[in-house]
């Protein structure tokens, strides 16, 4: 059981500390981008800490507002898993929470939700109903889509 709750501007620290997951895998410059997306009032993305029973804030995800192709499409912009909790179901958990945690930071549902993947997570959005729509997107990694 995981309790999610939106991030707030002392939470960056905590939450650069998971994005380094991400950051591993991937060639961009996250942390400046999250550091500029926690300073701008008017950022659009939107990021959730989730709990564990006795464990405060051990994964984030953020979300941002997207159209695409004629679709409302919400952008899974980042998702990190502390290592400690790795492989206990709680990126599942929080894959399945998109689409209501989508209406509650932007204020409407969504058809899909749309993310970059990179290195080694292919295989978990394959696996969790994602299909690749662009595998050389020049931005980040590999372009997936995923009706909801
Ligand atoms: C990807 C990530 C969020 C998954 O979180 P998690 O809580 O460990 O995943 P779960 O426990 O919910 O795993 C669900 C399933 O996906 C599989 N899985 C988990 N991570 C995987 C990965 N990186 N590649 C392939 N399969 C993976 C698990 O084996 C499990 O399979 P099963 O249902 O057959 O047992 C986590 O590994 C992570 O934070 N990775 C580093 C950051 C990252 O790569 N983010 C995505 C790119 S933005």
Same mark, same amino acid.
């Given at each position: 059981?995981?309790?999610?709750? %939106?991030?707030?501007?002392?939470?960056?620290?905590?939450? &650069?500390?998971?994005?380094?997951?991400?950051?591993?895998?991937?060639?961009?410059?996250?942390?400046?981008?999250?550091?500029?997306?926690?300073?701008?009032?008017?950022?659009?993305?939107?990021?959730?800490?989730?709990?564990?029973?006795?464990? /405060?804030?051990?994964?984030?995800?953020?979300?941002?507002?997207?159209?695409?192709?004629?679709?409302?499409?919400? !952008? &899974?912009? *980042?998702?990190?898993?502390?290592? /400690?909790?790795?492989? *206990? +179901?709680?990126?599942?958990?929080? %894959?399945?929470?998109?689409?209501? %945690?989508?209406?509650?930071?932007?204020?409407?549902?969504?058809?899909?939700? +749309? &993310?970059?993947?990179?290195?080694?997570?292919?295989?978990?959005?394959?696996?969790?109903?994602?299909?690749?729509?662009?595998?050389?997107?020049?931005?980040? +990694? !590999?372009?997936?889509?995923?009706?909801?």
């Amino acid at each position: 059981m995981i309790i999610h709750r %939106l991030a707030k501007k002392d939470d960056l620290s905590r939450i &650069l500390e998971l994005a380094d997951r991400i950051e591993e895998d991937s060639s961009h410059d996250l942390r400046r981008n999250i550091s500029s997306h926690f300073k701008w009032s008017s950022s659009p993305f939107r990021y959730f800490l989730f709990s564990h029973p006795q464990h /405060n804030a051990v994964s984030y995800l953020a979300l941002g507002d997207s159209f695409l192709n004629d679709t409302f499409c919400c !952008s &899974l912009d *980042q998702i990190a898993v502390d290592k /400690n909790f790795s492989n *206990q +179901g709680i990126g599942l958990a929080m %894959l399945e929470q998109v689409p209501s %945690l989508a209406k509650e930071a932007f204020g409407r549902p969504f058809t899909h939700v +749309g &993310l970059y993947a990179s290195g080694s997570s292919y295989t978990f959005y394959e696996k969790h109903g994602f299909s690749l729509v662009d595998p050389h997107s020049p931005y980040m +990694g !590999s372009f997936y889509i995923k009706k909801i």
